[in-house]
């Protein structure tokens, strides 16, 4: 089964970025099958949906909160996932996580975290003055 994990948390000023990288790991299935999604968890709230890309990286597609912000990218090659945060605001402060869902299909992508088999551990990325 593949594994996921999250690298590049840390904390930024109001204004500021930061850029989170999901390396995946193990699984027979190549990565370039997997669509992949980016979701965050803030304190005594619910995890929610920030980011998505579909298995080709052709998609990608927000969360209207960042929106313009956040740019999701991925390496088929390296097995990787990025997800670029600029402007970054407190609300963004949270737990992000990234997910991964096999698919046979390499346009679609998905927003539902129900949708994701298989998920990173979290960093935490905190964005104060």
Known sequence: QMQ???SGGGSAQPG???RLSCIASGGSLRFSNYALG??????GKEREF?????PSGSVRY???S????????????EDRMDLQMDSLKPEDTAVYYCASKYSLRKE???????DYANW????????SS
């Open 50 to 54: 920030v980011a998505a890309t579909t």
């Open 66 to 77: 960042v929106k313009g912000r956040f740019t999701v990218s991925r390496d088929n090659g």
């Open 108 to 114: 679609i992508y998905y927003t539902s975290q129900a």
């Open 4 to 6: 996921l994990k999250e």
């Open 38 to 43: 980016w979701f965050r968890q803030a304190f």
């Open 120 to 127: 990173g551990q979290g960093t935490q990325v905190t964005v």
């Open 62 to 64: 927000y969360a209207d």
């Open 16 to 18: 500021g970025s930061l």
